[in-house]
């Protein structure tokens, strides 16, 4: 069975930094897609970043230029690095994994990343 499991959530001030990562564990991903979603209060989730085998990368606008994604596919992980930590990035941030043609697609549990002034 498949789980991914985050880490690196917390409190943070404004303009601060935190790195966030995802291990997959029960499958590989190598090949798959992998993902960042975020829900903050009151708003609808929106996709932060992702990035594809070949290590194409896509972003979110409201993060361009604060926000990389990586992967290290010996460990089964990605990375969300966050810079210039901004209140509006306050978000239960959820790492997705999935696998080409949509043949699989697994979510972790969440993790809060608050940020204060």
């Known amino acids: 069975q498949v789980q991914l499991v985050e880490s690196g959530g917390g409190l943070v001030q404004a303009g601060g930094s935190l790195t966030l990562s995802c291990v997959a564990s029960?499958?590989?991903?190598?090949?798959?897609?992998m993902k960042w979603f975020r829900q903050g209060p009151g708003k609808q989730r929106e996709l932060v970043a992702d990035i594809t085998s070949g290590g194409n990368t896509n972003y979110a606008d409201s993060v361009k230029g604060r926000f990389t994604i990586s992967r290290d596919n010996a460990k089964n992980t990605v990375y969300l690095q966050m810079n210039s930590l901004k209140s509006e990035d306050t978000a239960v941030y959820y790492c997705c994994v999935r696998g080409t043609l949509g043949s699989y697609e697994y979510w972790g549990q969440g993790t809060q990343v608050t940020v204060s002034s």
């Open positions: 029960g499958r590989t991903f190598s090949r798959s897609i």
